[in-house]
Each structure stands twice: as C-alpha cells, then as structure tokens.
Nanobody, 112 residues
C-alpha cells in the first residue's frame, strides 16, 4: 500500500535550519506533484510549498519565500524541504501530500 513518511523535524532556535524529507513507497507517482503543508492546533492546514514531478516548477507560500526550498530526487522517491532562517511562526506539524495521499507529519518547533 502507498505510504508517505515525513522525517527531519525537531526543535531548533530561531534563525536555524532544518531539512525535512518525504519518502514515498508502495505506488507509482510519475507525473504527480508533491506538496508540503503545515498545521498548528486549532488552525486550518496551510500550504507551504509544491513541486512538479520533474522538479521544473516550484511554488511557495508568501510567508516562506526566500527561506524554504523544495526539491526532489525521483530516483529515491523522496521530496525535501530545506528550511532556513526559521521563525517561531514556522512551528507546526509538517505534512507532505501526493495525489490523495498524506503522510503522518513531522513536528517542527522553533524557539525564540
């Protein structure tokens, strides 16, 4: 069965960096974009970044432009989210999505 597994979250000081990974298995994903979302308790899940299957087109939420970079390695069935200059407002559970499939999320906590 299809599984998406996020990893790389943790606790970091403001201004620090983390890289998240989303590893896919159990399916064929050629042609599908991958999207990162984040969510905090009591709020709606928020779009963060997206990337086409080829990697040729990326999109970012205004709040993360210039700080986050999304990339992929299709040979490894993995999408990455490099997060730099982290702010406390970035604290959330981060999820990846391919088609209708979601991972279980990885917690990112940014302290001031």
């Amino acid at each position: 069965q299809v599984q998406l597994v996020e990893s790389g979250g943790g606790l970091v000081q403001a201004g620090g960096s983390l890289i998240l990974s989303c590893a896919a298995s159990g399916g064929t994903f050629d042609g599908y974009p991958t999207t990162w979302f984040r969510q905090v308790p009591g709020k709606e899940r928020e779009f963060v970044a997206g990337i086409t299957w080829s990697g040729g087109i990326t999109t970012y939420a205004v709040r993360v432009k210039g700080r986050f970079t999304i990339s992929r390695d299709n040979a490894k069935d993995t999408v990455y989210l490099q997060m730099n200059s982290l702010k406390p407002e970035d604290t959330a559970v981060y999820y990846c999505r391919i088609s209708s499939y979601w991972g279980q999320g990885t917690q990112v906590t940014v302290s001031s």
